[in-house]
C-alpha cells in the first residue's frame, strides 16, 4: 500500500506569512493528490485536486504544486481564518489513503 | 442543493453490528464513486470504503472482512453495514461523493454519525 506523510506535523505563523505544507507518496500517484482543510469540530472541505486545481470557491491565496510523490499546499498570506487541520489525499487506486495532517496555527 | 446527510451512529457492545445511512439529494449516488471516512476523537481522517459508479467496492485493511459498503439506487441512499466492532472502530463517520465518475478528490461531505464502541 502506498503511505502518505506530511511536514511538518504542526506549524505556528504570523498573520501575512506564507505558509507551506510538504506530503510525499511512498510511490508516484503522477498528479491525484487532493488537499483538505478541516477546522475545529468542522467537517473537511476540498480545497486543491489534482494536485494544483483549487476548487471553486477556495480563496486563491491558496494553491498547490508536485507530481509524483512530492506534492507541496502553498498559503500565500495566512489569515486568522486559515487557522486549521490540513489534509492531503491519494487518490490514484483502490484506496484514497489521507496524510497524518498538518495543525496550522495563529502565532 | 447537493447534500449528503448520515444516519445511524450510536453507542454499540463490542462485538455487536450497526449499519450506517448516508441519503443523499441533489445527485446521484450510483453516478459517482461513494466513500466513508472515519475520524478518531482527536485523530486524523481515515479512509474506510469505496464503492464504484459500477458497483465495485474495496475497504481498508482495518475493515476489511467486517464492514459491507452497498448502496439503495431507489433510495438515492449509502449504507456502511459495520459487524464485529472493535473499541477501535470509536470514531465520527462520514459520507463523502468523489467529484467525478471515478477516482477522484471528496468533494460533498456529510456532516457525520457518531459511533462509539464500549462496553
Known amino acids: 500500500d502506498i503511505q502518505m506523510t506530511q511536514s511538518p506535523s504542526s506549524l505556528s505563523a504570523s498573520v501575512g506569512d506564507r505558509v507551506t505544507i510538504t506530503c510525499r507518496a511512498s510511490q508516484g500517484i503522477s498528479n491525484y493528490l487532493a488537499w483538505y482543510q478541516q477546522k475545529p469540530g468542522k467537517v473537511p472541505k ?33 489569515q486568522p481564518e486559515d487557522v486549521a487541520t490540513y489534509y492531503c489525499q491519494k487518490y490514484n487506486s483502490v484506496s484514497f489513503t489521507f496524510g497524518p495532517g498538518t495543525k496550522v496555527d495563529i502565532k | 442543493e447537493v447534500q449528503l446527510v448520515e444516519t445511524g451512529g450510536g453507542l454499540i457492545q463490542p462485538g455487536g453490528s450497526l449499519r450506517l445511512s448516508c441519503a443523499a439529494s441533489g445527485f446521484t449516488v450510483s453516478s459517482n464513486y461513494m466513500s466513508w471516512v472515519r475520524q478518531a476523537p482527536g485523530k486524523g481522517l481515515e479512509w474506510v470504503s469505496v464503492i464504484y459508479s459500477g458497483g465495485s467496492t ?49 468533494d460533498i461531505w456529510g456532516q457525520g454519525t457518531m459511533v462509539t464502541v464500549s462496553s
Do not use: H, W
Not at chain 1, 46 to 71: E, H, K, N, W
Not at chain 2, 89 to 101: E, G, L, N, P, W
Open chain 2, 58 to 106: 474495496y475497504y481498508a485493511d482495518s475493515v476489511k472482512g467486517r464492514f459491507t459498503i452497498s448502496r439503495d439506487n431507489s433510495k438515492n441512499t449509502l449504507y456502511l453495514q459495520m459487524n464485529s466492532l472493535r473499541a477501535e472502530d470509536t470514531a465520527v463517520y462520514y459520507c463523502a461523493r468523489s467529484i467525478d465518475a471515478g477516482p477522484a478528490a471528496f
Open chain 1, 46 to 78: 476540498l480545497l486543491i485536486y489534482a494536485a494544483s486545481t483549487l476548487q471553486s470557491g477556495v480563496p486563491s491565496r491558496f494553491s498547490g504544486s508536485g507530481s509524483g510523490t512530492d506534492f507541496t499546499l502553498t498559503i500565500s498570506s495566512l
